[in-house]
C-alpha cells in the first residue's frame, strides 16, 4: 500500500469513531459560556493592530494536567493520568512574554503560571486587581472575607502579603484582567475533549498564527457514558471486572479538521519499558502504516536501543502518523532537564540552563517553538 492509501486509511476510521465519542459523552454544562468567552478572547487579541500582547495575532492553546476517566456517572471514583501541570503552566509563562496570548487549557488542581512556587491556597482566590491596577490596593472580595480572617487567625495571611513571590500572582490575575490569559478548567476527559474542539474552531480564523501545544496526558482508555454505572460500586459484589473503550486520538481530527492552518505541537512521553511492550502490543499490525514502523523499529534499534532511541521512533512516528509540525518527546524522568524537539527536518535536544538558579527548559524551548513558528507563518506571507 503506498503513501496516499496509508494517509487515507489513517483518516477515516477515527471520524467515525469521534463521531461516535462525542454523540455519547456528557454535555458540557457551560458550554455556551466558554464560547462566549473564547470569542471575546479572539476577538479581543486578532484585531489589525495585532493582540493585546504585543505579538501581531499570535495565539497559542496550552493543554496542560492529566485527564480523568470516572468509573460512576455519580462520581466516586475514576481512572487518573500523571502530570503535575508544571510543563504547561511553565511554558504559558514563557509564550505570554514572547508576546503570544495564551489559551491556558488545564486539569483543575494542577500547577498554574507563576504560580508554581506558590502553596495551592484558596486563600489566594480571595484576591482581585482593583482598578488602578497598582498591588497595594489588591482588595478583598467582601464574600471572603471570612476565609481571609481564619487565614490571619491561622497565621498564613502574612505568609501571602510578604512573600515577594505574590507578585507573580499579581502578574497571573492581570494577564487575566487585561485578556491576554483566557484560563479554561477541566477535570474528566469528557470535559477535556469537548473544551479542546470549541477551543480550536474559535481559533479556526486565527489561521497559521495559532499554535496547539498539547502537553496534557489525555487518558487513552475510558467507560462509555452509556455503560457506565449510575451510583458507586459496590465491593460487595466481588472483584471489579471493566471493559474500557478505547478513546479516539483526537489528534488527527484537531489536526485536519478543527484547526487544518495552524502549527500543531503534540508530545511524546517516554518510560523505556512500558514503551517497549506498548508498541509491539497495542498497535494494530494489520495497519501497514504502522507494520512498516514496527519492522523499522526493530531495524533502527538492532538491539542496542535505549531509552531514547525508543523515544524518538515514537517521536518520529506520531509526527508522521499525525502530520503534527512539531512532536516534543520527554522521559518521565528528566523532562525537567531535556526535551527533544523532533521535527521533519531536524532532531533538537533543548536542555536547561544548569549554570543558572531556576533556569527550566521551557524557556529555551518555547524560544525555539516561537523561531519555528515565526517560518511557519512566513510561508503563508509569502
Ligand atoms: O505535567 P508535567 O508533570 O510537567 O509532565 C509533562 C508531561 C510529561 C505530561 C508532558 O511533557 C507530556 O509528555 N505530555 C503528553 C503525555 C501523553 O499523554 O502522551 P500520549 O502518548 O498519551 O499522547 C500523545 C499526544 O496525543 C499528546 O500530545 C496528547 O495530548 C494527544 N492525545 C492523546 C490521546 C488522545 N485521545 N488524544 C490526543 O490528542
Redesign the pocket.
Known amino acids: 500500500m503506498d503513501a496516499i492509501d496509508d494517509a487515507n486509511q489513517l483518516r477515516e476510521t477515527p471520524k467515525n469513531e469521534v463521531i461516535s465519542f462525542f454523540e455519547s459523552t456528557p454535555l458540557l454544562k457551560d458550554a455556551a459560556e466558554i464560547e462566549k468567552s473564547l470569542k471575546e478572547f479572539v476577538d479581543r487579541n486578532t484585531s489589525s493592530s495585532g493582540n493585546l500582547n504585543g505579538k501581531a495575532n499570535r495565539v497559542v492553546c496550552i493543554?496542560?494536567?492529566?485527564t480523568t476517566v470516572p468509573l460512576e456517572k455519580q462520581c466516586v471514583r475514576y481512572i487518573d493520568?500523571?502530570?503535575?501541570?508544571?510543563?504547561?503552566a511553565?511554558s504559558t509563562e514563557y509564550f505570554l512574554k514572547a508576546g503570544y496570548s495564551v489559551v491556558f487549557l488545564y486539569r483543575r488542581g494542577?500547577?498554574q503560571p507563576f504560580c508554581s512556587s506558590l502553596p495551592d491556597d484558596p486563600l489566594l482566590e480571595c484576591f482581585s486587581v482593583a482598578d488602578d491596577s497598582s498591588i497595594e490596593a489588591l482588595f478583598v472580595d467582601a464574600l471572603h472575607v471570612e476565609t481571609v480572617k481564619r487565614a490571619i487567625t491561622e497565621n498564613r495571611a502574612a505568609w501571602i502579603i510578604t512573600d515577594s513571590l505574590f507578585s507573580s500572582y499579581f502578574f497571573v490575575l492581570n494577564a487575566v484582567a487585561e485578556g491576554i490569559l483566557l484560563k479554561l478548567p477541566f477535570t474528566t476527559?469528557f470535559e477535556y475533549?469537548q473544551i479542546?474542539q470549541l477551543i480550536s474552531v474559535s481559533l479556526r480564523d486565527v489561521g497559521p498564527s495559532a499554535i496547539f501545544f498539547?502537553?496534557?496526558?489525555?487518558?487513552?482508555f475510558y467507560i462509555p457514558w452509556e455503560s457506565m454505572a449510575l451510583h458507586k460500586i459496590q465491593s460487595a459484589s466481588g472483584p471489579l471486572d471493566i471493559r474500557l473503550a478505547q478513546?479516539?486520538?483526537?489528534?488527527s481530527v484537531?489536526r485536519n479538521e478543527w484547526a487544518p492552518m495552524a502549527f500543531h505541537?503534540?508530545?511524546?512521553?517516554g518510560d523505556h519499558l512500558v514503551l517497549f511492550d506498548m508498541s509491539l502490543s497495542a498497535m494494530d499490525v494489520k495497519d501497514s502504516f504502522v507494520r512498516k514502523y514496527i519492522i523499522w523499529f526493530h531495524d533502527y534499534n538492532n538491539n542496542i536501543e535505549t531509552d531514547t532511541d525508543i523515544l524518538l521512533a515514537?517521536a518520529t512516528m506520531?509526527l508522521k502518523k499525525?502530520k503534527m509540525h512539531m512532536v516534543?518527546a520527554?522521559e518521565?524522568s528528566t523532562?525537567?532537564e531535556e526535551?527533544i524537539v523532533v521535527t521533519e527536518q531536524e532532531k533538537v535536544t533543548v536542555r536547561r540552563d544548569c549554570t543558572r538558579a531556576g533556569a527550566e527548559v521551557e524557556s529555551p524551548l518555547v524560544e525555539l517553538v516561537v523561531d519555528r513558528h515565526s517560518t511557519y507563518i512566513k510561508k503563508f506571507d509569502a
Open positions: 493543554a496542560s494536567g492529566g493520568n500523571f502530570s503535575s501541570g508544571h510543563r504547561g511553565a494542577s500547577c476527559i475533549l479542546l498539547l502537553a496534557a496526558a489525555v487518558s487513552d478513546v479516539p486520538k483526537m489528534l484537531l505541537i503534540s508530545f511524546k512521553v515514537k506520531a499525525y516534543i520527554n518521565l523532562r525537567k526535551v
